[in-house]
């Protein structure tokens, strides 16, 4: 256990340095990010649930895929807005600890479902004669608790062994959260094993799922290009374009930040805020609201809802 000097210890988190006005304006931003994160998600969420066609694999994913969204979302945005409203801009030891904690859970649990989805849809395209049978409730079920399960571990190996530190220096964090990079070096305790332990998962879960995905979506592609219709294959391509476009950015901005030490500056906030609020606004798009088999769901509840309107 941490002694008092650790529990006790206070941070100051820095975020955007800039004029009040600034301020007002990322907060306007912000909220209306989060807003909207929350208000897509959700509606993937209602509309797969209520449409019994949508009950299949890759939408059983696109629900867990939300649901990490909004979790990830409304950890890091209310905090943030807060941040740029206060005066008092400081966070305690064990509000630094429960970010970095939910950081490497919902980081690591949506990269191991992004992965799931990578391959539900190489088996469903490459592979559809066997698909029923290799995609199976059972094992689908079984891929989205293991997400959950290994971001657990991930999260307590990373944030364990930071009760160990103690902070005898500044203790100024540039930065809108408690990320890893900047927290470790405000340390005095040697960081020899934090280090070690960040370097070692973030290489096994970051590039042990970014490979597999881009490898499915090699098979995937090279499938495409066999269909034998040209609006097909533009279909398919813009579609498979769209998710690996947001996929590699999701690890590669991840991966560099944690990867290299934190300075501070603004351009690795931007960064930071790519993975951490970009992208769960952006998935609920590219995932689902560009999908067919949605937007007619979403056209049959909103006409359902309207009948119903009408008859009260």
Known sequence: MPDNQTTDTEFILLPFPSSLHIHYALVFLFLLIYFLTLTGNLLIMTVIKMDSH????MYFFLVNLSFFDIFYS?????????LLLAKNKTISFNGCLAQIGLTFFLASSESFI?????YDRYSAICNPLIYVMVMSKR?????ACGSCLLGVINSLLNTLPLLRLHFCGPRIIHHYSCEMPEFLPLSCTDLFLNKMILFTTMVMVGFGCFFPIIFSYTRIISAILKINSASGRSKA???????????TLFFLT????????????IL?????????????????????????????A???MWEKKSILSGTY
Do not use: D, W
Request: proline residues 6%.
């Open 298 to 300: 979403i056209k049959k």
């Open 74 to 82: 409304s950890v890091m945005v209310p905090k943030l807005v807060q």
């Open 268 to 296: 690795e906030q931007v960064i930071s805020l790519q993975y951490t609020t970009v992208t769960p606004l952006l998935n609920p798009i590219i995932y689902s609201l560009k999908n067919v088999e949605v937007k007619i």
């Open 254 to 265: 991840g991966l560099g930040r944690y990867l290299s030490p934190g300075t501070g500056s």
């Open 139 to 143: 094992f689908c079920i079984f891929l």
């Open 114 to 118: 992004l992965s799931a989805m990578a």
């Open 54 to 57: 949508l009950h299949t694999p």
């Open 237 to 247: 391509f813009s579609t498979c374009s769209s998710h690996v476009i947001v996929v």
